[in-house]
């Protein structure tokens, strides 16, 4: 099947793959909010219908025909017995098709941590003290480990002409360091239903996680107020979503898909409960409008979804986490000031590429420095909450260089831009996959480099077209030893001779059923027919879990890019911990993710062909027959 440029929305079965099973303990708690199908009649007969019986409000959603959300505030927002007056009448009506009440779920903002109290000056610029911008060793931090946004600005990128989505608790739209570039059309409040999404206030500034993400990316340069964002020219939306008692489906199935042809870029600091034990992620109608987004967004060029990879340090993995590992999203981890990893950074396969948060030092300028709530400034914002932005920041920056890049493009870019720099980490060491890439199971490929992509995108040409293929499965009953570990292969062409055969890797899924009497004990990994080794589940010490196990759960590694897969994978299942378990595999499906012709081969040859040109024939015929076999390796090598 043909997919990424084309309608991946089409493919039902990937479209299933990124879907989670969840088990609910208990009575579901279900809320205000309604999907109504209809027959037909389109938004005029929805409207209708919602005050025929009495609905406070209606709305299209916009990445499906004749579905709508209807919602009601005469009932209470949580519920533990359905609302079977509303849901009767409805259902009864035949006009319509469906009716199903919501279900809340839980979400979390990521990273909303104090670094230090102290007492900020609000008539004093924070701009020096923003050293993930430029680091000159302040906060007691690595000169040169940064985003090197003064290259790009220099080259004139400054993100004007993008718009940045904000998904959060709302902005504050009125501070003087953002209400220049705030975009009101493109914002709306889905927790009030309303086209203002001010963050609701509380004695404790809880809400201000939005607004401080939106400074990041945003604010205002030289106006004498706070910092200066990433992208300071860029418009930002503010998308309210998060401050509710539960979250619903629909309502993150609308602020994904809201005003896609005007919001270029989505950025999610929140997620599943980082606390080391849950499995989730998005549910049917957020897939659903994240494949509508990826396929249609942009004008076809597909929308960008920037996500933080997590916060539950080395008791979780960011693979566990259906939004991180979506290949759908851009996962971003977080590096501190000095090039360690924050002590909450969660490591998974997954994660693209990193940013910055806070320093580990009780350092009071080691944060981020940013806006907060009603016109004052931060030093305190952390956590990869921090990182997210800076990185949509930085894509705002390519957008603006080559407006025409995909969402795919945006991928490839990071992978090919971004640096090892000084990063470090204890555990996880740094390697090269098959093709010469250098990656971190923490890091990503590195550190974003602004200057690097936005040259890079300057000059790029869209990456050929996506296939997908299933690359072999193994679907037998096999046993986990207790003590070593079950060791299983397969072999695949990468459907070589069909129209969906994968010369070159993009996303590599294995989806995996497995149960085991301590889930949180499990350890996978996979290791590709060119010998990269991914990590796609470390152990979670707090994840006790002995019934649910993972159910076609689809562990995504982005480490083999670039790579041919064709040949032997091998998976390998162990326990890890002191005392011994049982388990069960019950499959392994192999999905492979990529493209038939090589990428960047028509720059490598384009560039040698100028060569030839300006140079004798005869002496460089033989080195561009030799590049061409290679293109691919060269271009991919960051030595």
């Known amino acids: 099947m043909k997919g990424g440029n084309g309608p991946e929305c089409r493919i039902a079965g990937f479209l299933l793959l990124e879907a989670v099973v969840l088990a609910y303990a208990g009575d579901a708690v279900l809320t205000n909010h309604f999907l109504v199908e209809l027959h037909k009649g389109g938004e005029a007969e929805a409207q209708h219908l919602g005050t025929e019986y009495g609905f406070s409000g209606v709305r299209k959603l916009p990445f499906a025909e004749d579905l709508y959300h209807f919602y009601h505030d005469d009932i209470a927002k949580t519920r533990r017995k359905r609302s079977v007056h509303h849901v009767h009448h409805l259902a009864k009506d035949l006009r319509v098709k469906k009716v199903l009440q919501q279900e809340g779920f839980g979400r979390k903002k990521r990273g909303y941590r104090d670094i230090n109290e102290i007492e900020?000056?609000?008539?004093?610029?924070?701009?020096?003290?923003?050293?993930?911008?430029?680091?000159?060793?302040?906060?007691?931090?690595?000169?040169?480990?940064d985003l090197?946004?003064?290259?790009?600005?220099?080259?004139?990128?400054?993100?004007?002409?993008?718009?940045?989505?904000?998904?959060d608790d709302g902005i504050d739209y009125l501070h003087p360091d953002l209400a220049s570039n705030y975009n009101a059309e493109a914002s709306y409040d889905f927790s009030s239903n309303d086209p203002y999404p001010y963050p609701r206030y509380t004695d404790d500034w809880f809400n201000s996680h939005g607004t401080r993400c939106a400074g990041e990316v945003s604010a205002a340069a030289n106006n004498n107020i706070c910092g200066v964002g990433v992208a300071y020219n860029s418009k930002v939306a503010g998308i309210r979503m998060l401050d509710q008692p539960f979250m619903t489906d629909i309502i993150e199935a609308s602020s994904i898909s809201h005003m896609p042809q005007i919001i270029d870029i989505y950025s999610a600091s929140w997620g599943p409960t980082d606390d080391g034990k849950t499995v989730d992620g998005p549910r049917e109608l957020t897939l659903q409008a994240m494949a509508d987004g990826v396929n249609k967004g942009r004008g076809g060029k597909g929308s960008i979804y920037v996500w933080a990879s997590g916060d539950g340090g080395s008791y979780d993995d960011c693979n566990c986490d259906g939004y991180a590992s979506s290949m759908w999203t851009i996962s971003i981890n977080s590096a501190i000031n000095d090039g360690r990893t924050a002590l909450y950074d969660e490591s998974c396969s997954s994660t693209l590429a990193s940013t910055f948060s806070n320093g580990r030092k009780r350092n009071p300028e080691a944060g981020v420095a940013t806006t907060d709530l009603y016109g004052n400034c931060t030093l305190r914002h952390s956590g990869t909450s921090a990182a997210a932005p800076e990185a949509a920041g930085v894509f705002a920056l390519a957008l603006e260089a080559n407006p025409e890049l995909s969402w795919r493009?945006?991928?490839?870019?990071?992978?090919?831009?971004?640096?090892?720099?000084?990063?470090?980490?204890?555990?996880?060491?740094?390697?090269?996959?098959?093709v010469g890439l250098e990656f971190n199971h923490l890091f990503g490929y590195g550190v974003l480099d602004a200057g690097a992509m936005v040259k890079m995108a300057k000059e790029w040409k869209m990456v050929p077209e996506r296939f997908h293929c299933v690359g072999g499965s193994i679907q037998e009953m096999q046993k986990i030893p207790s003590n070593g570990k079950l060791v299983l292969t397969l072999q695949t062409d990468a459907c070589e001779g069909k129209e969906n055969f994968v010369r070159y890797l993009e996303h590599v899924q294995a989806v995996i059923t497995v149960n085991a009497t301590r889930r949180g004990d499990l350890n996978i990994n996979m290791t590709s027919p060119m010998g990269t080794k991914s990590i796609l589940l470390s152990r979670r010490p707090r994840d006790d879990d002995s019934k649910v196990g993972f159910d076609k759960w689809p562990f995504m590694t982005t480490h083999t890019w670039g790579e041919d897969p064709r040949g032997t994978w091998v998976l390998e299942v162990g326990f890890v911990g002191s005392i011994p378990e049982k388990g069960v595999l019950k499959e392994w499906t192999l999905m492979l993710h990529g493209t038939q012709s090589a990428p960047y081969i028509d720059q490598i040859v384009g560039d040698y062909k100028s060569k030839l040109a300006m140079s004798k024939k005869e002496e460089l015929e033989e080195e561009l027959d030799e590049a061409v076999e290679r293109s691919l390796k060269s271009i991919l090598s960051k030595n």
């Open 120 to 145: 900020i000056n609000m008539n004093d610029p924070l701009f020096t003290k923003q050293w993930y911008l430029i680091n000159t060793g302040q906060a007691d931090g690595t000169p040169g480990l």
């Open 148 to 167: 090197n946004v003064a290259e790009a600005w220099e080259l004139g990128y400054t993100g004007k002409g993008v718009t940045i989505a904000i998904m």
């Open 409 to 434: 493009d945006m991928q490839h870019l990071t992978v090919l831009t971004s640096k090892r720099n000084q990063l470090h980490d204890e555990v996880h060491k740094w390697r090269r996959n098959g």
